[in-house]
């Protein structure tokens, strides 16, 4: 498998398009300040249009050097440092404005922080992916103080020590089995995530001598500073402070997950038997080239190579010949939406899954136990 065969050129690096997330920004402080119908210009701005800018402006099949060195990514890199501090501000600002100096009603501020938790899972949560990848201690801190404050830290070791090894298997508990709609994958993810990492975490300090209660366990840090941005809400504005701030969280995850669910429905890496799979390649990720949706989510969509190249920095990402990969239809956004209505979503996507088998595996003939993820596990590493 090579690792991309489309033929263009190298493409030239270019930073400013993905800074065009910080107008995130000045849209919070709009809908937080104005409240009334300036809170939907941060759904709209992301969810309408993004995607209508996809579709004028179309695919970017280009592919930078995958071996441009790390000098050269100063402004890339600078971006997800800096974003940190302007959400911790963004978000307990607002708590603080409608909290206590405005006079908005449940619903208008349930509102505002609707749209706070869409910046915090469009942005905050694709940035600290970003960030928790890299060995980088200062990276992975913000990568853990961001999934802190949508109260998601374990994720960080759910996506690294399950997700990766064991996507497109019954292990990996966000891989979207096929007919599982939306919702019924959301809340097993919910039910499940947690437990998860925490017997990650368990297995990898057993490997030391460690007994999992061990401080070196970051489930401990991840609850320490969820606790500590608890408080703050709590201080801020008391138990409506504290009930808003746990709204956005839930919001934010929600995108989460649903972009977890686009990114691996129905796909499967092949049993070999004795708790035995293929290797991870990159068919085993929907894909999407759309550039404004990919400046928007720092190129989260070209997924395929971040699986096969999980600690390539974002701008290096490349995009694989349809050939290699199944590719999605638009951007991140369309689909998202689309998979909030599973009857659609099946009707769409069923097929593609079932093209994307005759494509890959043409010699597997009993689909059954891949269609549940009812193999058994494969063998700890």
């Not at 092949?270 to 708790?275: I, N, P, Q, S, V």
């Not at 494969?378 to 590493?381: L, Q």
């Given at each position: 498998m090579?690792?991309?065969?489309?033929p263009?050129?190298?493409?030239?690096?270019?930073?400013?398009?993905?800074?065009?997330?910080?107008?995130?920004?000045?849209?919070?402080?709009?809908?937080?300040?104005?409240g009334?119908?300036?809170?939907?210009?941060?759904?709209?701005?992301?969810?309408v249009?993004?995607?209508?800018l996809?579709?004028?402006?179309?695919?970017?099949?280009?592919n930078?050097?995958?071996?441009?060195?790390?000098?050269?990514?100063?402004?890339?890199?600078?971006?997800?440092?800096i974003?940190?501090?302007?959400?911790?501000?963004?978000?307990?600002?607002a708590?603080?404005?409608?909290?206590?100096?405005?006079?908005?009603?449940?619903?208008?501020?349930?509102?505002?922080m609707?749209?706070?938790?869409?910046?915090?899972?469009?942005?905050?949560?694709?940035?600290?992916?970003?960030?928790?990848?890299?060995?980088?201690?200062?990276e992975?801190?913000?990568?853990?103080?961001?999934?802190?404050?949508?109260?998601?830290?374990h994720f960080?070791?759910?996506?690294?020590?399950?997700?990766?090894?064991?996507v497109?298997?019954?292990?990996?508990?966000?891989?979207?089995?096929?007919n599982?709609g939306?919702?019924r994958?959301?809340?097993?993810?919910?039910?499940?995530?947690?437990?998860?990492?925490?017997r990650?975490?368990?297995?990898?300090?057993?490997?030391?001598?460690?007994?999992?209660?061990?401080?070196?366990?970051?489930?401990w840090?991840?609850?320490?500073?969820?606790?500590?941005?608890?408080?703050l809400?709590?201080?801020?504005?008391?138990w409506?402070?504290?009930?808003?701030?746990?709204?956005?969280?839930?919001v934010?995850?929600?995108?989460?997950?649903?972009t977890?669910?686009?990114?691996?429905?129905?796909?499967?890496?092949?049993?070999?038997?004795?708790?035995?799979?293929?290797?991870?390649?990159?068919h085993?990720?929907?894909?999407?080239?759309?550039?404004?949706?990919?400046?928007?989510?720092?190129?989260l969509?070209?997924?395929?190579?971040h699986?096969?190249?999980?600690?390539?920095r974002?701008?290096?990402?490349?995009?694989?010949?349809?050939?290699?990969?199944?590719?999605?239809?638009?951007?991140?956004p369309?689909?998202?939406?689309?998979?909030?209505v599973?009857?659609?979503?099946?009707?769409?996507?069923?097929?593609?899954?079932r093209?994307?088998?005759?494509?890959?595996?043409?010699e597997?003939?009993?689909?059954?136990?891949?269609?549940?993820l009812?193999?058994?596990d494969?063998?700890?590493?």
């Open positions: 090579t690792e991309t065969t489309m263009q050129d190298k493409a030239r690096l270019r930073a400013w398009p993905y800074w065009l997330t910080l107008t995130f920004g000045p849209l919070v402080i709009l809908a937080v300040i104005k009334g119908w300036y809170v939907a210009l941060i759904p709209a701005y992301g969810w249009l993004m995607p209508l996809d579709v004028v402006l179309g695919q970017d099949l280009r930078p050097d995958p071996d441009t060195p790390e000098s050269e990514l100063f402004w890339f890199r600078l971006l997800t440092i974003w940190f501090p302007i959400q911790f501000c963004l978000v307990f600002g708590l603080f404005y409608v909290t206590r100096v405005a006079d908005y009603g449940v619903w208008e501020a349930l509102a505002i609707f749209g706070i938790g869409v910046t915090t899972g469009t942005v905050g949560i694709v940035y600290a992916h970003e960030l928790f990848h890299k060995a980088n201690k200062l992975r801190n913000l990568g853990d103080l961001l999934m802190a404050l949508v109260l998601y830290g960080r070791t759910e996506h690294l020590l399950v997700h990766h090894p064991y497109g298997t019954g292990r990996d508990t966000v891989t979207a089995r096929y599982e939306f919702h994958a959301f809340a097993r993810v919910l039910m499940t995530g947690f437990g998860s990492a925490w990650a975490e368990k297995a990898m300090l057993a490997r030391k001598g460690l007994p999992p209660t061990h401080l070196s366990n970051p489930i840090k991840y609850l320490g500073l969820q606790a500590g941005f608890l408080a809400a709590f201080g801020i504005g008391g409506v402070g504290l009930g808003l701030f746990a709204f956005q969280a839930l934010a995850v929600w995108q989460l997950e649903l977890n669910y686009v990114e691996h429905y129905g796909l499967t890496r092949k049993y070999l038997g004795e708790g035995k799979y293929e290797p991870v390649k990159p085993h990720s929907w894909d999407s080239a759309h550039q404004v949706s990919g400046a928007l989510l720092i190129n969509q070209r997924h395929a190579d699986h096969v190249h999980p600690m390539r974002f701008p290096l990402l490349q995009v694989y010949d349809a050939s290699e990969v199944p590719m999605l239809p638009t951007g991140y369309p689909m998202t939406a689309l998979a909030m599973p009857p659609l979503w099946r009707r769409m996507f069923n097929p593609r899954v093209a994307w088998r005759r494509q890959f595996y043409p597997i003939e009993d689909w059954g136990p891949y269609k549940t009812s193999h058994p494969p063998a700890a590493r």
